[in-house]
């Protein structure tokens, strides 16, 4: 059974940084696609970014482009979502996902089958 683990949420004045890491356990992050999507209650779930198999591509979604970085590192079995520039709209909790198939990439329609437990992010003063 694979399990998704996420970690680095907490509080942030707005302007701060955060960096959220997600591992896996039942099977590694190598050779797959990984991507971040973030909800906030009574709201859909939101797609953030994804990295492909290689590290290689990465996509972001409008809202955090140019604040937001994704990366992987497959010797620790870990990717990474480094957060610049929050604000109060960055608040929600933020889940990582990966799918079960080979050459499947995170897409914001194409979430993953597998699902962490999702850390919270809160960005007040």
């Known amino acids: 059974q694979v399990q998704l683990v996420e970690s680095g949420g907490g509080l942030v004045q707005p302007g701060g940084s955060l960096r959220l890491s997600c591992t896996s356990s039942?099977?590694?992050?190598?050779?797959?696609?990984v991507g971040w999507f973030r909800q906030v209650p009574g709201k859909e779930r939101e797609y953030i970014a994804s990295?492909?198999?290689?590290?290689?591509?990465?996509y972001y979604a409008d809202s955090v482009k140019g604040r937001f970085t994704i990366s992987r590192d497959d010797e620790q079995n870990m990717v990474y979502l480094q957060m610049y520039g929050l604000n109060v709209e960055d608040t929600a909790v933020y889940y990582c996902?990966?799918?079960?198939?080979?050459?499947?990439?995170?897409?914001?329609?194409?979430?993953?089958?597998?699902w962490g437990q999702g850390t919270q992010v809160t960005v007040s003063s």
């Open positions: 039942g099977r590694t992050f190598k050779s797959y696609s």
């Open positions: 996902t990966t799918p079960a198939s080979l050459g499947t990439m995170i897409a914001p329609a194409r979430p993953g089958d597998y």
């Open positions: 990295i492909d198999y290689s590290g290689v591509r990465t």
